[in-house]
């Protein structure tokens, strides 16, 4: 059976054609098939970048963003890191000072308690300083101060130079009512020194009284009678009860020259010139409660009292002070 060659022009629209139209016919089909394609690749493919360019640009929004947020929250971070770092130090040294005052308070209440046993026991010691003239001086007050704090902890203390930093030269000994007067001077820095802050000076300061007198328990072994005591001085005329008496406790005020004779005294009387300073030139005088001399000078010998402790008997041609006795 032979096929008819018509076969080859049956398209799908009922158009029958030849062998050569039929092979152009589809050959421009294919092409356009092919075109079709093309086409419909290349919408998609234009769609695709469109959407991908989409989301690119919108993930780089989002990545731009975190990183930005990122960025703030990081220089955040970094901001407080800087005030920390600049704060710190100063807190550190704040405490640390803190601490320091508190030593400084510590140092200064054991210094006073050791300066209270030491003035005890020169005290105690005090009646036998006409056989040892040096148990009673700086020098000494100085070592059993020492003795008592420990030198390594003054070594360590916040007085600078240590031991050998604290000063007893304004200490008084036996110079006024029998009393040791300890003071103690010395030099303090902080822990951490600053330019132009070097520290400062701090006193501590112990008044005792002298067991100075005489010896009752001596008298009464040697089987005598002790005498009754009184104060006397080289110029008066009286003798004392008490080495507290107004008389013997000069209370000096300086006046002007010119109201000087206008003045009076507690007993009444005017002053007139001293006889060892009244003829000097000066403008202003000083005066006693109870003297009747005027002094040019505070170092006139009429301003200062010797006082002599001495046996009632060796008083005699003196009397009775109205004061005291």
Known sequence: MQVKESTYLTVPWGINKGKEQTDIFLQ?????????????????????????????????????????????????????TVEAAFVLPFCLYAMVNLMSIMELYRLQGNLSA???????????????????????????????TESELGEKYLDHSPVTGGAMGILWLQSRFLQEDECIDLV??????????????????MYNRTRTRAWTGYDNAGAAGNGRNEE???????????????????????????????????????????????????????????VTDYGNRYHTTLQCSGLKRTIYLVPISQAQGRTPCSKCN
């Open 114 to 144: 050791a300066m209270h046993n030491t003035a005890k026991d020169m005290a105690v010691y005090a009646h036998s300083i006409e056989n040892n003239s040096t148990a009673l001086n700086a020098t000494y007050a100085g070592i059993k």
């Open 28 to 80: 421009e089909l294919s092409m356009n098939q092919i075109n079709n394609k093309k086409g419909r690749t290349k919408n998609f493919r234009t769609k695709y970048r469109q959407t991908l360019l989409a989301y690119v640009t919108v993930l780089c929004k989002k990545i731009s963003v975190c990183v930005l947020s990122g960025y703030k929250r990081k220089a955040a971070k970094g901001s407080m």
């Open 184 to 201: 103690a001077s010395y030099h303090v820095g902080p822990t951490f020194r600053l330019m132009g802050y070097s520290g400062f000076v």
């Open 228 to 286: 009754q005591l009184v104060y006397i001085t080289p110029s008066g005329s009286a003798y004392h009860l008490s080495k507290n008496c107004s008389y013997l406790k000069l209370s000096i005020q300086g006046v002007d020259k010119d109201i000087v004779g206008e003045l009076r005294n507690k007993d009444g009387s005017i002053y007139y010139a001293c006889d060892d300073c009244g003829n000097r030139d000066s403008s202003r005088v000083f």
